[in-house]
């Protein structure tokens, strides 16, 4: 292994031992904070018509009788198996959900970040390029809308026009319509399993449900990256080595080259907050569209309590933004291999 290699697997190492901290800590507040919380998922779960002896006895089966920190040790020894535990409405393992339905937001998440990325950084740039003409301002004026309109207003907005008024969408119940055949479950994803399976009627179905979706994500997500974008080149574009290169004559095209080379770091760096935030965002989409993904899942398990799938839930959510922030990380010291010298 070369120096870089090794420059690289300190980095890694380096990344991986302080995330360990970070997730016991997210463990334990959320571990302690739905336990204090003023919902009793006992009640729930025994009935309105349940006495005081049946309330101990599902208190005493989930273990929820024991002292506080007794429950997180015993939740930590559990979790070192790699055991989630078991859904208390549901009564499957947690993990298993996971892994069935974590692609399914993934997938939704990802292409809706993707496009908004093929939108928004090229706006962002060539409104940098000329700030304050009229380019720039129907920008800035487009991405603050972006920015004002709640996710659900969004969501009910699409529905209303483009099903219920134009019938232009399927209606918006679930990845697939209900007459089509759903193919075999390969990766989680909808759209890759029908092409897989050669299914090109769950092909066209699956993304003709998508498109709603991914429409919302898009431009909620194109918003913020609009508009970083605009405020990073701008700044690039005040810098000594930019004036440098007008004041030799190069041509615009090649300024935008330099100006977006040196952006792309932080460009990076805020898309990867970006996919972390959207994923925890995901469950207001999902529940409206009923897609039936990890956000809906979790959503659902905070307002009825499940304790057990709350905590899978955000341990996911954790787990998910440390694997993102770590890539995103070594694509930065990459493409800025001085950023990676004092790590």
Not at 2 to 12: K, N, S, Y
Not at 52 to 81: H, K, N
Not at 161 to 170: G, I, K, S, T
Not at 332 to 337: A, G, K, R, S
Request: charged fraction near 10%; glycine fraction near 8%; hydrophobic fraction near 55%.
């Amino acid at each position: 292994m070369g120096t870089r290699g090794l420059q690289v697997a300190r980095f890694i190492a380096l990344r991986l031992l302080v995330s360990i901290p970070v997730i016991v800590g997210i463990i334990f507040l959320t571990f302690m904070l739905i336990r204090i919380g003023s919902q009793d998922p006992v009640a729930m779960l025994a009935g309105p018509m349940a006495d005081e002896a049946m309330l101990r006895a599902i208190r005493a089966e989930l273990q929820l009788d024991q002292p506080m920190i007794q429950q997180f040790l015993t939740y930590m020894l559990r979790l070192s198996r790699g055991d989630l535990g078991v859904s208390w409405q549901g009564g499957v393992p947690v993990l298993n959900e996971i892994l069935h339905l974590f692609p399914v937001t993934l997938e939704l998440v990802l292409l809706s970040v993707g496009l908004a990325s093929v939108i928004g950084v090229p706006v962002g740039l060539r409104a940098a390029s000329h700030p304050n003409g009229w380019f720039d301002q129907l920008t800035r004026f487009g991405s603050l809308a972006g920015f004002s309109m709640p996710t659900y207003w969004m969501g009910l907005m699409t529905i209303l026009v483009f099903f219920y008024w134009l019938h232009w969408a399927p209606p918006p119940m679930g990845r697939l319509a209900m007459d089509v055949v759903a193919p075999a479950v390969v990766t989680g994803s909808t759209v890759v399993d029908s092409l897989l399976a050669g299914n090109w009627t769950a092909l066209r179905s699956a993304l003709a449900q998508l498109a709603l979706p991914v429409a919302c994500f898009t431009m909620l997500a194109a918003a913020p990256i609009i508009k970083h974008t605009r405020a990073i080149v701008i700044e690039i574009m005040g810098s000594d080595y930019v004036r440098y290169a007008r004041a030799n004559g190069f041509s615009r095209a090649t300024i935008r080259k330099i100006a977006l080379r040196n952006a792309m770091a932080p460009i990076l760096t805020f898309l990867g907050s970006e996919v972390t935030s959207l994923i925890a965002a995901a469950a207001l989409i999902e529940y409206i569209f009923s897609w039936g993904g990890l956000g809906q899942w979790g959503l659902s398990a905070i307002l009825l309590g499940d304790f057990a799938v709350v905590q899978g839930y955000v341990l996911t959510l954790a787990l998910f933004s440390i694997f993102v922030f770590l890539l995103i990380d070594l694509a930065v010291m990459l493409i800025e291999p001085r950023s990676g010298a004092s790590s």
